[in-house]
């Protein structure tokens, strides 16, 4: 580990010396990881998405906190009782829910006190005489057709945006780095016979396969996400051909092959560094696409099971009820500032990860 | 330059033999057999427990019947090639649904689809190569990173949302009604309109459409330009090209852009299928009657025979593009016809 990491870094310190000598006397021990971060910090748009990036996963991690039908606290009949962490435990077998508070609905118990999160529903409960609530003190984003809470939709519904974009494009990475190198590291009827599956994928229209597998199978998210990964991967796999083909006739690439490096080596260690920003434009917009899909699938209200609530079942409400506006603006723009946010974090990675452009600035 | 586009057109035959092969697959891959998918329509499944005896062994009789007529009871292989014949001579089957032979459906409906994409790929390239050539010009300056800003807000703005707004907000409903909520041509259009109030009323029903299907394009196919002319202009023959004196402007739209020009015409070949898929979501929204909207219903109907040929099609109208695309980046860049790897 230490002799790679000492490895990778000396390359990346030789590319930044012979970059920008303005910055000789300052670069000196400094690690790959905070050059990088130094110089994405520079750019404040990608800070901005950052801090949104990080607000959303955070809103994601602790959604039971943020929209739940559960009070925090709760005081009833002399004892104290937290259901929210219950609940959790409970879900990990690791207790079980007390008989007094089995199938209770909390917001008409009689209490002597109870705390509850800020939107006091889950995105689960029906309430069908507000249905159609617009905006208000009681339902903030308003109510869809069963009474369902917008904004707690939402809440949840970033739970799964974004593990289908994470789990779909960490799959399609995988596959097309890998065959992506291959390709354009050995040429010849290895490149031929990927180039082939390359076009093969690309001349599927991926739509109508994400559309006609969901419909065939019981939708399921798991299995969304992994079409997506699966069909997702030949932009990123092309570019690291590109990459590959362009870099392996380089005059490092030849001496490391004359010094007798093998293969992987020269693959992984020393073209994959430089390939990987181009890689990552291909990356981010895979995650933004991998969002965008899924919004797309739910919309159509395909992939993702029916009682599920997501951002794109909610915008889909929409279309046939043209006068609950609150149903097409608020979770499409939960879409928006989450594909947006990866953006502009990838793109200030990218420019941070190359080092060419640094000192151009 | 005449081997390399055969040996490429000979390349894609095993493509399209793996997409056929898919195809074929996803019709096997479905629960039941199509025969009992098309008894399924109305008499089995939700309603099996009502019919009577007599009327259920009508059915069992039938779907004997469907299954020798599309050859179901012969071996997978055997079916695979009866299926390829079919296709080679445009026999497509007819539709679970209406039992309307696939081929005349999918005609009918295919000039729309390519008109929206046409149209639409125009206007992506029109103002992308401009927007990224300036970008990359005038890299860093307060106009590059407003449009840079600019083509992220576009390029995360999801159609789905974009799309349904326009249909709340702009098209009739409780505001404003300044487009049509969908179709393809008002309802009094008739043949006998003269040409300029056709055009009108046509480019007034299409204008949302195929805004929604290339806003996305023009963000980034702009920063692809804009990345590949900054990589360009990086190089060591820019250096030499200024030294020597040559106007900035040659330097420019001579050598830098036809060298940031190869990426983009790769990337025609990706944008292809994304314009066919993404026509689904607009096609559905707009309620356009193309191959996207045919695709959706089929695949909600399970009326695989449709979605078989759509798919078919669509891949090879798809490959066409990739072959388009690569005779282009021949022309642009000789390089790749001739050189071959040492």
């Given amino acids: 580990m230490s002799r790679r990491g000492g490895n990778s870094k000396s390359v990346w310190r030789q590319k930044i010396m012979s970059s920008s000598n303005r910055e000789k006397g300052r670069e000196k021990g400094a690690k790959l990881s905070a050059l990088v971060w130094r110089e994405f910090k520079r750019n404040r748009v990608a800070i901005a998405g950052l801090y949104v990036v990080c607000f959303l996963l955070g809103i994601a991690l602790f959604a039971d906190f943020l929209a739940n039908d559960k009070p925090y606290y709760l005081r009833y009949q002399g004892k104290s009782y937290f259901p929210i962490l219950r609940g959790y435990m409970v879900q990990l077998g690791l207790a079980r829910l007390p008989p007094e508070l089995l199938n209770v609905e909390y917001k008409t118990l009689d209490n002597q006190a109870a705390v509850f999160p800020p939107i006091p529903y889950r995105p689960s409960n029906v309430n069908l005489t507000a249905s159609y609530a617009p905006p208000s003190g009681k339902h903030w984003l308003g109510t869809d057709k069963l009474g369902r809470d917008v904004m707690a939709g939402i809440i949840h519904g970033s739970r799964i945006s974004l593990s289908i974009g994470f789990v779909a494009v960490g799959i399609s990475l995988m596959i097309g780095v890998i065959l992506g190198a291959l390709a354009g590291f050995f040429g010849g009827w290895i490149d031929l016979v990927t180039s082939r599956l390359f076009e093969l994928m690309l001349a599927i229209p991926t739509f109508f396969l994400l559309i006609t597998i969901a419909a065939v199978f019981p939708p399921s998210i798991f299995l969304t996400m992994v079409i997506i990964g699966l069909t997702g991967w030949v932009g990123i796999a092309r570019f690291a051909r590109n990459e590959f083909l362009k870099l392996r006739s380089l005059d490092y690439v030849t001496a490391a092959l004359a010094l007798g490096v093998s293969s992987r080596q020269i693959m992984f260690r020393h073209i994959l560094p430089n390939a990987m920003a181009p890689v990552m434009v291909s990356v981010v917009l895979g995650v933004a696409g991998a969002i965008l899909l899924e919004s797309g699938l739910s919309f159509l209200g395909i992939g993702v099971p029916a009682d599920t609530v997501t951002w794109g079942s909610i915008l889909n409400e929409a279309r046939s009820n043209t006068f609950a506006w609150w149903l097409a603006v608020f979770p499409g723009f939960a879409i928006f500032i989450t594909v947006l946010a990866y953006y502009l974090v990838g793109e200030g990675l990218r420019d941070a990860l190359d080092p060419r452009l640094r000192g151009l600035r | ?342």
Wanted: charged letters at 15%; one cysteine or more; hydrophobic letters at 50%.
């Fill in chain 2, 1 to 342: 330059m005449g081997s390399y586009l055969l040996r490429r057109f000979l390349l894609l035959i095993p493509t399209f033999i793996g997409v056929t092969i898919i195809s074929f697959l996803i019709m096997r891959l479905a629960p039941g057999d199509p025969a009992e998918l098309r008894a399924g329509g109305g008499l089995r499944g939700a309603g099996e427990a009502g019919i009577s005896t007599e009327k259920r062994g009508a059915v069992d009789e039938a779907v004997v019947q469907w299954r020798a007529q599309y050859g179901l009871d012969k071996a997978l292989p055997v079916q695979y090639a009866v299926w390829i014949k079919n296709l080679f001579t445009l026999k497509f089957g007819e539709s679970y649904k209406d039992n309307q032979p696939v081929f005349d459906k999918i005609r009918e409906r295919l000039p729309v689809t390519v008109k929206l994409n046409v149209l639409s790929l125009f206007l992506v390239y029109i103002v992308a190569v401009p927007l990224g050539i300036y970008s990359a010009t005038h890299s860093y300056s307060l106009g590059d990173q407003t449009t840079t800003l600019f083509a992220f807000v576009l390029f995360a703005l999801p159609v789905v949302w974009l799309g349904t707004m326009a249909i709340v907000f702009l098209c009739g409903g409780d505001y404003y009604f300044l487009f049509p909520p969908g179709g393809l041509t008002s309802i009094d259009y008739a043949p006998e309109w003269p040409l300029w109030q056709k055009l009108k009323d046509q480019i007034w029903h299409l204008f949302l459409p195929v805004l929604m299907l290339s806003y996305a394009g023009f963000a980034g196919l702009s920063r692809y330009m804009r990345s590949g002319m900054l990589e360009q202009l990086r190089q060591d023959f820019v250096q030499t090209a200024r030294a020597k004196g040559l106007p900035e402007s040659v330097v420019i739209y001579k050598h830098v852009l036809r060298n940031s020009l190869i990426p983009m015409v790769t990337i025609l070949a990706g944008i292809l299928p994304g314009l066919v898929g993404g026509s689904v979501i607009v096609e559905t929204i707009f309620s356009i009657p193309g191959l996207g909207q045919l695709g959706y219903e089929a695949v909600l109907a399970r009326d695989f025979p449709v979605v078989m040929a759509l798919f078919t099609v669509s891949a090879l109208l798809t490959l066409v593009g990739i072959l388009l695309s690569d005779l282009l980046l021949a022309v642009v860049d000789p390089r790749i016809a001739f050189g071959r790897r040492q």
